[in-house]
């Protein structure tokens, strides 16, 4: 077994449980992004990977050997941290060779490896720089060629974009991208950014207080989510989650609440029957509203739009649907003006349904 | 609407506003640091300047300073010739160098095993650091009767613990040597340990992280980032004991006197003696010139081949 696995993982610092049962399991070489709010114990669980943390209880595993209890070095691991931690007192070569001469590595093979990571990361031109001539985002390519080097079995981000302006995170996330095709190396990403999430994990790990909520795809974590905590996290602008009640008219299913009445797709009828008696939590996503109807599923909503935020090809609305807040993101191309109140469509096969209590999803395939 | 092929400012602008001749608020620092300059003069410069001054007199004691004559040279050209200023200078030299290399590599390794939080590092801190809080004075006297040969502890537990034979400590010049040593060792170590603790203590913890995790050992890590990332702490902590060892003088004589014959006679306490006890305060203020000038030599060497400056960095 390769990879690396984490079996019920306990943490804790005095009486204060951090991490009360976690158990992932990674494969080799994937891209595995942990997200969730601040204090989730995201970084945690990157750390007792690294061994900077001494778990409770449970046991880790890194390419099939037991590392519950060895040091850092001994894992074979890079880590690149959010605060870059680079050697103020070595300048650029110094610092990304560090680790290899450590190591005892050949003078001739650090100084290959090194150029191809400098080369790679376009930092040939400040390898005699100290860190404190460069910029934020050289500074943090540093970083990154300080853990290319290693070329060690895993690779541990902690969040290491966010310091960097929107424009530089974005082209580095692609730079990520690509660096994961390249290397092909196992790489584990924490981020509470859940862009950062979306666009570079093969699989998302979900956390919230602790626990993780859910792992899957981008695209299972989104179509799919298990819970409205996962609902709301995963997509820009986020879900809108409004109360409905459920009733039978006509061999339909309709949701109905203050200012909407919903008529679900037949796929969510089981479902929803098993829920009625509950009442349930509806979950709509801002991009399933339009402006014109699109087919039979559109259903109109009214919409008492407070503020147009015109992005380009769409606007983000800012809307009351009823007494509920919500938002809408509307492909209405770049010529059109602030789209103002009125009637909307949304695409009722888009629709989520959540159990109103729980907040577990009701319409899950599994 | 501007689409950059027309003039944007095509709008009257108001009149400009002269450019100021100086930054708004360029003379703030000077008047903040102002003041503190002036005291400084006063209490540093003036003394500097009077020892040049009189060092070119041969002013005794009870003589008025109009009357003393001007020598020119002369006190420099014996000095030059009196080998007793050489053979303090020598003991000042053989003291600085066991005081300052036990003191930094004491303090440097105490600081080093204390640092990380473990049972009772905070207690063992604050009983360690008293020494640094009683005057030199205080601390002359209570070493002096601790190395008493007759009623000296010293003495007592040296015999009653490890059988060692009584030792009139401070009558022997070897002894003396030793003894002004360690008493220097027991105070100032603890000066050492604090500021470098202070200073491992502010190192930036994901930095000495990422040490590790690039596989340094626990003595790679030391050598090669939290020493080097410390240095100019270290720097300045060098320097400052440098210029105490150059500069004190009331443990020695309080302790020794300075004696026996001379072997425990630092520059200092020997102008001290030229000055008060020999009266000849014109030549004790040519050996404070050559005090001022080694003090400052290697206070300059230090500062430019280590420039503590340098490695400054908000990285
Ligand atoms: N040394 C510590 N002692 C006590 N509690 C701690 C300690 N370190 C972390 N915690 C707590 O553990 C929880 C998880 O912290 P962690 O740093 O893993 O959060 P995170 O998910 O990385 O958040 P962020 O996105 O803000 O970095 C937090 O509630 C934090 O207060
Ligand atoms: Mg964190």
Known sequence: MSGVQLAHIRKSYGSVEVIPDLSLDIAEGEFVVLVGPSGCGKSTTLRMIAGLEKVSSGQIAIAGRDVTWTRPKERDIAMVFQSYALYPHMNVAENMSFALRLAGTPKAEVQDRVHRAADMLELTPYLDRKPKDLSGGQRQRVAMGRSIVRDAYVFLFDEPLSNLDAKLRASMRTELALLHQRLDRTMIYVTHDQIEAMTMADRIVIMDGGRIQQVGTPKAVYNDPVNTFVATFIGSPAMTLVPADLSEEGGRVVARGDGFALPLPDRLKAAARRAASRGVTLGLRPEHFAATPRGQDDAPVHLDVKVAEYIGSSQYLAARMGSHDITAAVEVGPEADRLTAGTYHFDTQRLYLFDRRTGDSLTRAG | ?315
């Open chain 2, 1 to 315: 609407m501007t689409d950059g092929t027309t003039d944007p400012l095509t709008r009257p602008l108001p009149a400009p506003t002269p450019r100021p001749r100086f930054e708004a608020g360029f003379l703030t620092p000077y008047a903040f640091i102002g003041p503190a300059l002036v005291v400084m003069a006063a209490g540093l410069l003036y003394p500097v300047v009077m020892a040049f001054y009189l060092s070119f007199y041969d002013w005794q004691i009870g003589l008025e300073l109009e009357d003393a004559p001007f020598v020119g040279l002369t006190n420099f050209g014996r000095m030059l010739v009196d080998h007793q200023v050489w053979e303090v200078l020598w003991v000042t030299i053989r003291f600085g160098f066991w005081t300052i290399t036990i003191e930094m590599t004491l303090g440097i390794a105490l600081a080093l095993l204390l640092e990380k939080p473990i049972r009772g590092a905070s207690v063992f801190r604050t009983i360690f650091i008293l020494p640094l809080m009683v005057s030199p004075v205080v601390v002359g006297l209570i070493w002096r009767y601790l190395f008493d040969a007759r009623v000296g502890w010293i003495n007592y537990y040296a015999g009653a613990w490890f059988g060692i034979e009584p030792q009139i400590w401070l009558g022997d010049p070897q002894l003396a040597f030793f003894a002004i040593v360690f008493v220097d060792i027991w105070q100032w170590t603890p000066f050492i340990f604090i500021i470098v603790l202070a200073g491992l203590q502010a190192l930036p913890s994901e930095v000495v992280e990422a040490s590790t995790i690039d596989g340094a050992t626990w003595w790679q890590q030391i050598l090669f980032v939290k020493l080097p990332m410390i240095r100019s702490i270290l720097v300045i902590a060098l320097l400052m004991r440098l210029i105490d060892v150059f500069r004190g003088l009331e443990v020695m004589l309080i302790m020794t006197g300075g004696g026996p014959g001379r072997s425990t006679e630092l520059l200092s306490l020997h102008i001290y003696n030229r000055a008060f006890e020999t009266q000849q305060l014109g030549y004790a203020s040519a050996i404070s010139v050559l005090l001022i000038l080694i003090v400052f030599g290697m206070s300059a060497a230090i500062l430019l081949l280590a420039n503590p400056m340098r490695e400054r960095s908000d990285v």
